[in-house]
C-alpha cells in the first residue's frame, strides 16, 4: 500500500500538478513567477545559505540526471574503483555543502523577523521539505554506500517504468525506509512546485539580454 503510494500514486500526481496548474499560474499569476525577492531585508545569512545551497544541490541533481540520460555512460565510469571513490567523495561533499545551505536558509526565516512578513505557509512546506528531501539524500549516500551504482539498476529501471507509463515498482520496493521517503518527498516537491516559489526553476531571464544597459548615476560629485 505504501509503496503503490510512493511509487505511483505520488509520481503521476506530480506530473498532473505539473502539466496542468504550471500552465496555470503562468497565464493567471505571472508576476509571481519566481522567487519573491527578500535580499533587501536581510543578506548576509541570505548569500550563505542560498550560495551553498545552489552550488551543492544543482550539481547533484545533474548527477541524479546523468545516470537517467546516460546509464550505460555512467556505468563505465564508476565501473572504475578509483574513479567511483573520488565521485562518491565529491557526491558526500557537495550533499553536505547542500544540506548546510538549506539549514541555513531554514533558520533564516525562523530567525529574521523583518522576513515573518514575506514568508508564506508555502514557504515554510518547502524549507522543511528540502532540508529532509536534502538530508536523506546524504543519508542515503553515506550509510547505503556505493548508490551511484545502485542507483543506475534499481532507480533508473524503475524511473524509464515511469515514463514509459507501466510503473514497475519492483526495482525500488525492497529498500529501506529513509530511501522511500527520498524518493516519495523528491515527488512531494514536484507536486508542489507550480504552487511554491521553486516555480522560480522554470523561469530562465533570457530576455534580460536583450535589455538595453542600465546607466547608474551617483548623487554625489567625484
Ligand atoms: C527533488 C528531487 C531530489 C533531490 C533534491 C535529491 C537530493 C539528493 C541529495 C542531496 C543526495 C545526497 C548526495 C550525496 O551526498 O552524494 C541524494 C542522493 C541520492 N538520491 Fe536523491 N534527490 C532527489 C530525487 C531523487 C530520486 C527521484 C531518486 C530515485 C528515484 C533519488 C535517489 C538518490 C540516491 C540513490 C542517492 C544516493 C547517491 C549516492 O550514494 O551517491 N533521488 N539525493
Avoid at 8 to 17: D, G, I, K
Avoid at 33 to 48: G, R
Avoid at 136 to 160: D, K, Q
Wanted: with cysteine.
Amino acid at each position: 500500500m505504501l509503496n503503490s503510494f510512493i511509487f505511483v500514486v505520488l509520481p503521476y500526481a506530480a506530473l498532473v500538478m505539473i502539466l496542468f496548474v504550471t500552465p496555470y499560474r503562468f497565464y493567471t499569476n505571472r508576476l509571481t513567477w519566481s522567487a519573491y525577492s527578500t535580499q533587501f531585508l536581510e543578506q548576509k545569512t541570505l548569500y550563505w545559505g542560498a550560495v551553498s545551497w545552489h552550488y551543492g544541490i544543482i550539481l547533484i541533481l545533474l548527477a541524479h540526471l546523468a545516470g537517467i540520460v546516460c546509464p550505460h555512460g555512467m556505468e563505465r565510469l564508476l565501473g572504475n574503483q578509483q574513479t567511483l571513490i573520488v565521485l562518491e567523495s565529491i557526491g558526500i561533499g557537495l550533499g553536505l555543502l547542500a544540506l548546510f545551505g538549506s539549514v541555513m536558509l531554514l533558520l533564516r526565516r525562523v530567525n529574521a523577523t523583518i522576513l515573518k512578513q514575506v514568508t508564506f505557509a508555502s514557504d515554510w512546506v518547502l524549507l522543511f521539505l528540502l532540508v529532509l528531501q536534502t538530508a536523506t539524500g546524504v543519508y542515503v549516500s553515506t550509510f547505503m554506500r556505493w548508490g551511484s551504482v545502485w542507483y543506475l539498476h534499481t532507480a533508473v529501471p524503475y524511473i524509464y517504468s515511469l515514463l514509459s507509463f507501466r510503473p514497475q515498482m519492483e526495482y525500488v520496493a525492497d529498500f529501506p525506509l529513509v530511501f522511500k521517503l527520498h524518493v516519495g518527498m523528491a515527488f512531494l516537491i514536484i507536486a508542489l512546485l507550480p504552487f511554491t516559489k521553486l516555480v522560480h526553476l522554470l523561469f530562465f531571464p533570457y530576455r534580460f539580454l536583450a535589455d538595453p544597459p542600465i546607466l547608474y548615476r551617483w548623487r554625489s560629485r567625484g
